[in-house]
């Protein structure tokens, strides 16, 4: 079979002689022949396709590594690995379109969104919690798995006693890991002392003391990162105007059926403690 020199190959294949030896190196496109004494390189015509591929797939910014699985596979099995990278390219993209959008806001002085603050008073409760270090992608998965968790926990329990909330006693986002607390108030306090003793238990008892919390209520679509920042920080200036302090982890409060409810609803109440 005719071999084409490095040069002839890299003019076929639309790749530098360079990227060449980098993706050999790789394990990525290895030549035909490598001439034992000079190390010269070459290649057979019907590797030309597969360099292509690669130069295709580095257009899209796919990492090397990725790129190397997604080569040796059948035609309809590397167009799925393909499809399925370009997805996570688009909503990594969207977060930091959003991200963006955000700073813009908060740079410029700029607020989209005005929120009405208030105060509540919450009593003593007992609360079936499950806490967890993630970071922010993984929230949206973790809270509806976790309130499932502590709703059947709860039937053990005296039953659910209060709306359900996620407590932050650190920032979640894309760097920082918590820890987050999902909260479940429940009815009986003796009931869940002895549940939540009980061997391979993910859920702890513990009494959330009388509070009075600073909030603004939000719609479902406002819930998303960044977005919720915003309400965040309007309650935290909201306070710090009135003169108060913050006594505890700030936190989500899920009044409604997150299911049901469409991205206009009011969903979630963001608040602080404070005394």
Do not use: N
């Amino acid at each position: 079979m005719e071999l084409l020199t490095i040069g002839e190959f890299a003019a076929r294949s639309r790749l530098s002689p360079k990227a060449l030896r980098l993706y050999d190196r790789l394990g990525l496109l290895a030549p035909a022949r490598v001439d034992a004494a000079t190390g010269y390189r070459w290649y057979r015509q019907d590797q030309v396709e597969r360099a292509r591929l690669v130069a295709l797939l580095r257009q899209l910014d796919m990492p090397l590594a990725r790129i190397a699985d997604v080569v040796v596979l059948p035609g309809p099995e590397a167009a799925g690995e393909v499809a399925a990278y370009w997805e996570t390219v688009e909503e990594r993209h969207a977060r930091q379109s959003a991200v963006a959008g955000h700073l813009r806001d908060r740079l410029s002085g700029r607020r989209t969104h005005m929120y009405e603050i208030r105060t509540v008073d919450v009593p003593e409760q007992a609360v079936l919690a499950e806490r967890r270090h993630l970071l922010a992608d993984e929230l949206p998965r973790w809270i509806p798995a976790a309130f499932d968790r502590l709703a059947e926990a709860a039937g053990e329990c005296g039953g659910v006693a209060g709306i359900p909330f996620v407590a932050y006693y650190a920032e979640v986002s894309p760097d920082s890991d918590g820890p987050a607390e999902a909260c479940l108030p429940v009815g009986d306090v003796e009931a869940a002392r002895a549940y939540a003793a009980g061997g391979g238990r993910t859920a702890v008892l513990r009494v959330e003391p009388a509070r009075r919390l600073a909030y603004a209520r939000i719609t479902k679509a406002q819930v998303a990162h960044p977005q919720i920042l915003s309400a965040f920080e309007a309650v935290e200036e909201w306070i710090a105007g009135q003169g108060l302090t913050v006594t505890g982890p700030c936190r989500e409060i899920y009044f409604a059926d997150w299911d049901t409810a469409t991205a206009t609803d009011k969903v979630c109440d963001v608040a602080f403690p404070v005394g």
